[in-house]
């Protein structure tokens, strides 16, 4: 197992769907995220790790519009995205939970993720109020698509539960859902796994792996649970104050010092 993986490790031959260049974003004298690039290659997890306060969330922020960039590049399929808004950056295929969950509570599981699906549908006025044989068959795709995301992702039992009601570990899946129902073409994920036990969020890795295959062509993952990350992430990116520390596959970065040290402090004598 190597030792040292610095920050020139080898990429995945296949076109990027996401290219980050040189990001940096500063708040005040704050450099919260300094010089970041990285990859994001079609059929890949990429996890994004590292202690707390590295950086990882505004990252996240910047790539999908609700910070603006101090300098550097965002590229989703080789178009300029940088500084886009939000809402434009989820249409063009990027879509993104959150840490704390942005689900409507008053709403049912079932409702919830049928509600996401109005992201990826574009219907005018007229067919609003005079709706016609076109529109009743796209319901019917967005009810059945709905009910199929909520079973892969393990929520069927809970299907007419109102939000309210659900365990923080339920609420975290239920938002992947909805954000799966925006059909994305990337799935940004920022701590998905935040509430679940062990054997829970293994149940979720695996989740993941069957989302990247039928559902998504990329995942972007932030996530704690080193077990799972490590367990899903074709590569990792290691952040440590602002900066990207080493890349590589999850094997390479077990073994790299640097990310040692970060994780648990520098050994003393």
Known sequence: MSAVMNQTSTQPASPALLSVDGLSKSFGGIHAVRDISFRLHDQEILGLIGPN????????????GFYTPSSGKVAFKGRDI???????????????????TNILRRLSVFENVLAGHYLASRQSLFDTFFPRAHVARAEKEARDSAAEIIEMIGLQSRLNAPATLLSCGELRLLEVAVALA????????????????SSEAMAFGETLKKVRRTKVQAILLVEHNMSLVMGVSDRLV??????????GKPAEIQGNAKVVEAYLGKARN
């Open 238 to 247: 290691v952040m440590n104050f602002g900066e990207k520390l080493a890349e």
């Open 182 to 197: 925006a059909k994305p073409t990337i799935l940004m994920l920022d701590e998905p796994a935040a509430g679940l036990n």
């Open 53 to 64: 306060g590295a950086g990882k969330t505004t990252c996240f922020n910047l790539i999908t």
């Open 82 to 100: 940088t500084g886009a808004k939000p809402y434009s950056v989820a249409q063009a295929g990027i879509v993104r939970s959150f840490q704390k």
